[in-house]
C-alpha cells in the first residue's frame, strides 16, 4: 500500500512539474518562410487569395491523405473561408483583409486551441514575386501542452510552410506553361482600314520587334486620338525560311481611313476581305511557332490550297490586364482558296 501511494505521490510530482514547466513557456509565437517564385505578383496573389487553389499545393494532405475539405460559398478574398476535417481534428480559416497583390491576413482555427493569425506579404521584384508566409499567435495551457510533446511551432510548422511554398512555386510556374491549340476551320476575314509600321528583320529578333513597334503605333494611336476597331494585329509580309528573315508590319485595326502624319513612321492601309483558317493559341506567345505547325499540318490534311495574301497573328486579349500567360489568346490567320 505503501509502494502505490509514493508512486501515487511521484506521478502527483510529475504532473505538477510538467504543468508548472509548460506554464512558464512562452505564450507569443511567430513562424514565418518566404520564397522568390518566378512570376507576376498578381498571378501569385490569385492564387493564394482563392482557397480552392490551396489543395493543389497545401503540404497538409501529404501528412493526412484521409483529409477532406468543404468550401464557403465565397472561397475568394475578405470573408471567403474553407473548412476541414482530418486526423487531427476540425479547422478553418477565413480571410479578414487583403490588399490587392500587396497582403493578405487569415484567421485559422483549430478545435481546443486559440485562433492563430495568418499572414501573407507580396513584393514584386525584377526577377519574380517574393512571397512570405507567416503565423503568429498567443499559446493557451492546451496549446503550449501540446508543443511541448509535438514540438515547436518553429519545427512543426516552418518545415510545413517551406514545403507548401514549394509545392506552390512549382504549381503556379507549370501553369504559367500550359497551353493549348484550337484550329476553328475556314472563315471569312472581314478585312478592314488599319495603321501600321513595318520593319524586315530575322526570324529570332521578330519578339523584340513586336513589341518595341506595338509600342510604337499604340502611343501614335493615343496621342492622335485614333479609333481602335478591334485588337492589334502583326501582318506577316513575307517569311524567308531558308534565310530566318521575315517583313512583318505590327498594325492596330481603325473605323475608317487615317491620313497619318509623313514624318511619324505609321502608314495607313485596307485589308481586303479574304478566306483564312483560322486557328487559336490560347497560352504564351512562345508557343505560337507550335500552333503556326498545327495550323500549316491541318491545311496538309484538308487538302487546303494556301493563296498569296495576308498572314495575320491577332492578339485578342491585353497581358497587361491577364498577367497570366497561360490565359493570352492569339488568333492566327492564314489565307487560303475560297470554295
Not at 496573389?45 to 482563392?50: M, Q, S
Not at 512543426?156 to 511554398?165: A, K, N
Not at 513575307?238 to 517583313?247: K, L, T, Y
Request: hydrophobic residues 35%; charged residues 20%; contains cysteine.
Amino acid at each position: 500500500m505503501k509502494i502505490v501511494k509514493y508512486l501515487f505521490f511521484l506521478l502527483l510530482i510529475a504532473i505538477i512539474a510538467v504543468s508548472i514547466y509548460v506554464a512558464v513557456q512562452p505564450a507569443d509565437y511567430e513562424v514565418k518562410r518566404s520564397r522568390l517564385i518566378e512570376a507576376p505578383v498578381s498571378v501569385v496573389y490569385n492564387n493564394i487569395n482563392d482557397y480552392k487553389n490551396w489543395e493543389s499545393w497545401g503540404p497538409w494532405q501529404e501528412q493526412d491523405p484521409t483529409m477532406t475539405y468543404n468550401y464557403a460559398a465565397n472561397t475568394v478574398g475578405v470573408g471567403g473561408s474553407y473548412t476541414w476535417n482530418g486526423k487531427d481534428g476540425k479547422g478553418k480559416m477565413e480571410t479578414v483583409s487583403a490588399d490587392a497583390n500587396k497582403s493578405i491576413d487569415q484567421k485559422l482555427s483549430f478545435e481546443d486551441f486559440e485562433p492563430s493569425d495568418v499572414y501573407w506579404a507580396f513584393n514584386e521584384t525584377d526577377k519574380g514575386t517574393e512571397v512570405t508566409w507567416g503565423m503568429k499567435g498567443t499559446k493557451n495551457f492546451m496549446f503550449k501542452l501540446y508543443t511541448t510533446f509535438a514540438g515547436s511551432m518553429e519545427k512543426t510548422v516552418g518545415p510545413m510552410y517551406e514545403r507548401g511554398l514549394e509545392k506552390l512555386d512549382s504549381v503556379i510556374v507549370d501553369g504559367m506553361k500550359k497551353y493549348s491549340v484550337n484550329v476553328n476551320g475556314v472563315v471569312d476575314h472581314g478585312g478592314g482600314f488599319y495603321i501600321y509600321n513595318t520593319v524586315s528583320c530575322k526570324t529570332s529578333e521578330i519578339p523584340e520587334k513586336i513589341r518595341e513597334m506595338m509600342g510604337q503605333i499604340g502611343e501614335y494611336a493615343i496621342q492622335n486620338k485614333v479609333t481602335m476597331a478591334g485588337a492589334p494585329f502583326v501582318y506577316y509580309r513575307e517569311i524567308d525560311n531558308e534565310n530566318n528573315a521575315v517583313i512583318l508590319s505590327c498594325c492596330i485595326p481603325t473605323t475608317e481611313k487615317v491620313i497619318t502624319n509623313s514624318d511619324s513612321g505609321i502608314v495607313t492601309g485596307e485589308l481586303p476581305s479574304f478566306a483564312a483558317l483560322k486557328t487559336t493559341l490560347t497560352g504564351n506567345y512562345s508557343n505560337l511557332k507550335a500552333a503556326w505547325e498545327t495550323a500549316q499540318q491541318y491545311m496538309k490534311d484538308n487538302k487546303l490550297e494556301s493563296v498569296e495574301g495576308p498572314m495575320l497573328e491577332v492578339y485578342t486579349n491585353d497581358p497587361g490586364q491577364h498577367p497570366n500567360p497561360a490565359d493570352w489568346t492569339t488568333e492566327i490567320y492564314l489565307p487560303v482558296k475560297s470554295n
